[in-house]
């Protein structure tokens, strides 16, 4: 019994457990470690205890301020734009009130999100589709509004409103949109506004999801300035998003600044109803497919831009009015913008084309500086002419007399260039290709510095270029065919209107190439100064023209034969402008280009005018070009005429032109 009480004694052994064969041994290794864990466990209780001390007492002022400003939303004010004026102050874009429909995303409730959009769209007759497409672009910001309808009506505001509580999420907010008083005028050129795409988020810290900025031409290209400074305001919501009291302004926002442009909306106007003229009279003379065309007409002494027009054009209202929408998406669907021609497209800027004839003085004065050519030499014009043993055909099969640089000018013997171009080809290969250098040195083959909007570079065809983009070995040389072809500006040659006439400018001003713009200053928004009311102006631009070094003698032979052809009696033009009352010279065009239709290719002629005037002391470049119009004095020569016409404030009874190049 003594030993069995021995056994038991307390201290010694736990108690025993019946699923033990032995009992659990209290030894110091075993104490210590209890100890151990007793004292993590103090420990974690300390650091918890602290940590709940510091941010009820010592933080607890900070962490209240955070919680109340949960409750906040800051809302973003969007600046009013400035007001676009024409030269003589003309307003041509300016705003004009609006009510915009918004969707905070993180707003939206958990469940029953689907059709609270889904009733919206039918509410504002918008498609759910795009709803939901926007609101997935910004996934990756919630906070920043979706704007559903930037121009909601007055029971679409009035219905939202009264049924808030319906929809969480959906705020209903003051802005301001576009507005066009001259309608559709220049809308490729003037550019639009519209929410800013994510691929222009990437890579710039300017602006933001959801801003609206400038989207193409003037709007885009001088968007820093016309877009202003944006405003704050601050809004207390409930845990729905829904507001609990009146916005609170924390910085109002800065109206933007005001451009005034080189372009005048009078001859604006005029150009555009001159392509109209100009189309509609190739189409009389069977040129059925004439559907498209353009027309600049700029400032010779320093490059300002005084009218733009291109066709198919558009009305820029359908950016801003929720009634033409369905033309907005036809003009922005690829499909249908080509059923259409593309009416957003620039034909002046953009459009490439061969430049036919007109690009003869080009030919002309490079072949004289590089005395291949005297300015007076005599060169036999013909029907058709045989080099290389190819047959090359002018465009009058009739003629056959020598002529002079400004005679074949006037009548625009192809023959007679064709030679032109077969000297170029025989120069030594040291030589180069100096026609294309010249051609470069005159501004085509790169865009011009234009300061709103894309532009096509165009193309001046050399040896290397065809080594690099033909396969076939024997398309990759330069033929005697490339030269002479390129002498006339066909075949591979392609340039744009402006390009065109910033080279007609050049002859015109004696030898400077001048920098195509369009904005002329930035104003001050919409502040007045002085007692004429004129706003102040902040920065002029006006770019220096880049002198050519060219032989004055070569520029007036070849400005004798503009004139020529506009006045002698054998002038490609000149029973358009030989009874204008103030002295034009310009030079016809008429270029083949290539065309389908379906399953068939056509040869197309595209009709060219481009030229100046007064003849003596310019004022005014003007270049038309109508595609698939015919012969150049059939359509695009009284289309300048036109132009003009509304510019000198005279008028020239129009004659049905005869079918000259």
């Keep these: 019994m003594a030993s069995t009480g021995a056994r038991l004694r307390p201290g010694r052994f736990l108690p025993p457990d019946p699923r033990a064969k032995t009992p659990y041994r209290l030894t110091p290794q075993m104490v210590f470690r209890i100890g151990i864990l007793g004292f993590l466990v103090l420990v974690a209780f300390a650091i918890l205890f602290i940590r709940l001390w510091a941010l009820q007492v010592l933080s607890g002022t900070q962490h209240l301020q955070a919680a109340e400003n949960n409750q906040l939303r800051t809302l973003r ?146 968007d820093k300035f016309l877009r202003g400074q944006t405003g704050f305001a601050s809004l207390r919501v409930d845990s729905l998003g829904r507001p609990t009291s009146r916005a609170i302004r924390d ?80 003009l922005l669907n690829e499909k249908t913008a080509a059923a259409s021609n593309y009416p957003a497209l620039n034909r002046v800027t953009s459009g490439l084309y061969p430049p036919g004839s007109t690009f003869k003085p080009v030919t002309a004065l490079a072949a004289m500086q590089e005395h291949i050519l005297a300015p007076y030499d005599s060169i036999q014009c013909t029907g058709q002419v045989t080099l290389f043993k190819q047959r090359f055909n002018n465009w009058n099969p009739f003629v056959d007399e020598p002529m002079t640089l400004p005679t074949a000018l006037a009548e625009s013997c192809d023959t007679y260039f064709y030679e032109l171009g077969k000297r170029f080809y025989q120069l030594p290969p040291e030589r180069g290709q100096p026609l294309q250098i010249w051609a470069t040195r005159f501004g085509f083959g790169k865009p011009t510095g234009l300061d709103a909007g894309l532009e096509g570079s165009g193309l001046v065809p050399t040896f290397k270029w065809k080594k690099d983009t033909f396969t076939a070995e024997i398309d990759r040389i330069w033929k005697p065919g490339d030269s002479i072809q390129l002498a006339i500006g066909q075949k591979d040659l392609q340039v744009t209107p402006l390009q065109m006439a910033r080279f007609y400018a050049l002859v015109a001003n004696g030898g400077k190439l001048v920098t195509p713009h369009v904005v002329q200053a930035v104003q001050q928004g919409n502040a007045r100064s002085g007692p004429s009311g004129q706003p102040l102006t902040l920065r002029r631009f006006s770019p220096p023209p880049q002198e050519i070094a060219i032989d004055r003698a070569a520029l007036d032979v070849v400005r004798d034969g503009l004139y020529q052809a506009t006045h002698s009696t054998n002038g490609t033009s000149a029973g358009i402008f030989g009874h204008f009352p103030v002295a034009i010279a310009g030079k016809t065009g008429t270029a083949e280009r290539s065309i389908t239709v379906g399953d068939y290719t056509f040869l197309m002629d595209t009709s060219w005018w481009c030229g100046y005037g007064p003849a003596d002391k310019a004022e005014l470049v003007v270049c038309a070009v109508i595609e698939n119009g015919g012969f150049g004095g059939e359509a695009a020569a009284p289309a300048a005429l036109r132009v003009f016409e509304s510019y000198f404030n005279e008028e020239a009874g129009l004659v049905q032109p005869d079918k000259t190049d």
């Design 77 to 222: 004010i969007e600046a009013a734009r400035g007001p676009i004026r024409d030269c003589c102050g003309r307003v041509i874009v300016d705003n004009a009130g609006a009510t915009a429909i918004r969707v905070y995303p993180s707003d939206l409730p958990d469940n029953g999100a689907y059709g609270e959009l889904k009733r919206l769209a039918q509410i504002l007759r918008v498609p759910l589709v795009d709803i939901t497409k926007q609101i997935e672009e910004h996934k990756g910001d919630p906070v920043t509004p979706v704007t559903v309808k930037e121009v909601a009506s007055e029971a679409e505001v009035q219905f939202l409103r009264e049924r808030n509580a319906e929809f969480p999420g959906v705020v209903v907010e003051d802005t301001s949109v576009r507005r066009y008083p001259f309608g559709d005028l220049a809308p490729q050129l003037l550019g639009h506004v519209g929410e800013i795409a994510p691929e222009q988020l990437k890579g710039q810290h300017v602006y933001r999801a959801g801003d609206r900025i400038g989207q193409g031409g003037i709007e885009a290209a001088f």
């Design 251 to 330: 910085a109002d926002p800065v109206s933007g600044h005001g451009l005034k442009l080189t372009l005048d909306a009078k001859l604006q106007r005029a150009a555009q109803a001159a392509l109209v003229e100009g189309i509609e009279r190739a189409v009389a003379n069977d040129n059925w497919n004439a559907n498209a065309g353009a027309i600049v007409a700029l400032d010779p002494r320093d490059g300002a831009i005084r009218a733009m027009a291109s066709f198919p054009t558009f009305d820029p209202e359908v950016f801003v009015k929720p009634g033409k929408r369905k033309d907005l998406q036809q």
